[in-house]
Structures are given as C-alpha cells and as structure tokens.
C-alpha cells in the first residue's frame, strides 16, 4: 500500500499485483494538465520535465493529451537539477520561444 506512489508504470496488475495506492496515478494529472491548457485557451505552448520516471512518464501522457486536445507543443526539454549547462540551454529554449 503506498501514499505517495503516482507512477503509471505500478498501475500494470500483471506486473504489480499486490500493489495498491490511496493516491491517484500520474496519468489523471498529466491529462488534467492538457484539459486546464485548453481551458485557458491555449493552444500554442512550451513544456519542460524532470529527467525522472516522474517527468518522462507525465510528459509522454501529457504530450498524448496535448494532441488529443488540439494543442500544439512548441517544444518539451527535459532536465536535470545537477546539470547546469542543460538548465542554461532549457531557459535559452524559452526565451526564444513563440510560445508565451
């Protein structure tokens, strides 16, 4: 039994069958954040993710959703805290996005 545990990938019973969670999985999130993107009306955007399980999982379902949506994906870069040539290059991406 987990609190804490949203990862997509424990959701496979045939894998994890004894494994129960009391907190939604990151699929509702990530989908929830594709359907708030597109109640704001935004339809042009730029998104960036941890390199983690958490991350890579959560922007392979939003990206989905995105397109589900009809909402256009400028870009999405992944990153790692540790690496600080990575962090300049994601905010270099940023600023020079059309996506705002």
Partial sequence: ISHSAT???LSNRKE?????RTIA???YQSRALAYLVK?????????VYSDNDYGNNGMA???????????CV????KFDRADTAKMIKVVNIIKKSTAK
């Fill in 7 to 9: 990862c997509e990938c």
């Fill in 16 to 20: 994890y069958p004894s494994f129960f």
């Fill in 25 to 27: 999985s990151d699929y």
């Fill in 39 to 47: 109640h704001f009306g935004w339809s042009w955007v730029g998104a």
């Fill in 61 to 71: 379902i939003f990206l989905k959703a995105a397109k589900e949506e009809g909402i």
């Fill in 74 to 77: 400028e870009y999405s870069e």
